[in-house]
């Protein structure tokens, strides 16, 4: 297994097709901070990531990822941004 670090994004919990749930330990071959090193690994063939699926379309799409279990989901993410604030100047013109 590729995975993000337990503090990120913990995948201890699999939703089956019938909505039962089942708690699972996940040991990782390697762990990164970073979603996109995760894919360019799997990609590679070094392992199975969990990866959000808009991200990966166009890779499923053309074969180069595979989904495994596509009957079975982790919780949804929250996702938090942060941005500075942004001044724009507006330019009037005068004619």
Known sequence: ML???QWHHPPDVLTGPGGERHRIGVKG??????????KQL???GFGLSL????E???ELAAG???RVLPD???P???VDVLMAQRRVALLATTG
């Open 51 to 54: 990866q959000v699926v808009p």
């Open 3 to 5: 995975v993000l670090p």
């Open 72 to 74: 079975w989901s982790l």
């Open 29 to 38: 071959r390697v762990t990164s901070n970073n979603q996109l090193s995760l």
């Open 76 to 78: 949804a993410l929250s």
């Open 64 to 66: 180069r990822l595979v």
């Open 56 to 58: 990966i379309e166009e």
């Open 42 to 44: 799997a990609l590679a």
